[in-house]
């Protein structure tokens, strides 16, 4: 068992250090929010509030959870389509490393980078925007947007169902942006028709970013929007397995 856990984590810091290297990673992930960040909290008056909350922390929120989709879709899910279509999982497979040492590597790698994200972000609008939060909200904001990024690790791990690797990558990206501008990450909801708005309220992208938007608005846990983030993780997981094993039977 000692083993087995070692074997773990040193694939999981072997899949850490191969996402920071990954160019694509640090564009969309790290740059693209940032700049968003500074660009549109830049365009508006210090002083627009938007539901009654700071347009900075508000946006803040917003390119925070942006660059938690990224990671996960532009990232995350082209990752496994390639291991997947290069046969590297079933290489694994007649390894002593078990199966589920490869999925918690993936996951804790992920999540890790995810953690960082968010206090990259926080800094960035702490000190370069003057951002100030109570250390309450800062926390269970950052907390809400780090659990919901589960959702979007499960729909990675769908993706990434697909072998073929350009597909994956056009379809990671339609998702990744559609999503985000849908879900109100780059400009609020309220701006859109009352369709759309109805539309939106059912994204994960929405439920992401809402949560946080509450918090720092002083309000409290969005429970309704962590069902559907939980909803998603559960059909995005269901889906997905149900697609590997029938690829496995193939």
Excluded: C
């Excluded at 490393?97 to 992920?110: E, G, I, R, T």
């Excluded at 800094?123 to 003057?130: C, D, H």
């Excluded at 069902?227 to 998603?232: E, K, N, R, S, V």
Aim: net charge positive.
């Amino acid at each position: 068992m000692n083993h087995t856990w070692k074997a773990t984590l040193a694939q999981s810091k072997a899949e850490l250090m191969r996402t920071l290297r990954n160019r694509r990673f640090v564009f969309f992930t790290i740059i693209m929010p940032v700049a968003f960040f500074f660009i549109f909290t830049s365009t508006m008056g210090s002083g627009t509030k938007i539901g009654g909350v700071d347009w900075s922390a508000y946006y803040l929120m917003s390119m925070t959870s942006y660059g938690i989709v990224g990671a996960s879709l532009m990232s995350f899910a082209q990752r496994i389509s390639k291991e997947r279509s290069q046969g590297w999982i079933k290489l694994l497979s007649i390894t002593p490393l078990p199966s589920w040492s490869y999925v918690f590597s993936k996951v804790a790698a992920q999540a890790v980078i995810n953690f960082f994200i968010i206090i990259m972000m926080f800094v960035i609008g702490g000190f370069g925007k003057g951002i100030n939060l109570s250390a309450a909200v800062w926390i269970e904001s950052g907390l809400w947007i780090w659990i919901g990024g589960f959702s979007f690790m499960a729909l990675g791990t769908l993706l990434g169902t697909m072998r073929n690797t350009d597909s994956v990558q056009v379809l990671s990206m339609i998702l990744y942006m559609g999503l985000s501008v849908l879900g109100g990450l780059w400009m609020p909801t309220f701006t859109m028709s009352s369709t759309m708005q109805t539309i939106a309220k059912f994204t994960p992208t929405f439920r992401l970013g809402q949560g946080a938007w509450n918090l720092v608005g002083g309000g409290s846990i969005d429970w309704s929007g962590f069902g559907i983030l939980a909803a998603y993780v559960v059909l995005f997981m269901v889906l997905s397995s149900y697609i590997m094993k029938r690829q496995e039977a193939v």
